[in-house]
């Protein structure tokens, strides 16, 4: 063989070993996007004894056109007649419960105890997000030193699925 042979036929594998190597590596996925902030307005208030606000849930969630993530960004507002703080969780299509972590307070507007707590967070699911339900339970005392509880949910459905 010649050397432009033998140049030639290298450069001929060389190029059919990159387009084999181009089919077969995975392709990157493209990163999925948000679709726009949903409202979050949740308020519990008693239902014994003289109504009082013990906690509101405001911010928004959002849903990723990829089907598998979501963020929040909310602010839970302990109502000033509430004993204890309010509890905060999140259910997963039903069956995957999250307790979020407070990423900070700011100062509470009024009706609510000294601050307003804040929960920012993104969630990335192991199968389909179909909805995420948020629950917010809220306890007072009535009559005397009887203990009460109350809890209201709101779910938020994925619009890409």
């Known amino acids: ?18 387009a084999l190597a181009a089919l077969l590596l995975p392709v990157t996925p493209a990163h999925a996007a948000y679709g726009p902030d949903q409202s979050v307005y949740l308020t519990v ?16 969630i959002a849903f990723d056109d990829g089907n598998t993530k979501f963020k929040y960004a909310l602010r839970l507002c302990w109502g000033s007649g509430s004993y204890p703080m309010p509890n905060l969780y999140l259910a ?32 990335t699911h192991s199968t389909t997000l179909q909805n ?24 938020y459905d994925n619009p890409y699925n």
């Open 92 to 123: 997963v299509n039903g069956s995957t419960y999250l307790y979020p972590s407070q990423t900070g307070t700011t100062t509470a507007p009024p009706g609510c105890q000294l601050y307003l707590f804040l929960y920012d967070g993104e969630y």
């Open 132 to 155: 995420v339900t948020l629950y917010l339970t809220g306890g007072w005392f009535y009559p005397g030193n009887t203990y009460n509880s109350r809890t209201k949910s709101v779910t």
């Open 1 to 18: 063989m010649t050397r432009s042979r033998a140049r030639r036929a290298v450069s001929s594998v060389a190029v059919a070993i990159a």
């Open 45 to 60: 208030n008693s239902n014994a004894g003289p109504s009082i606000m013990l906690a509101q849930l405001t911010g928004t």
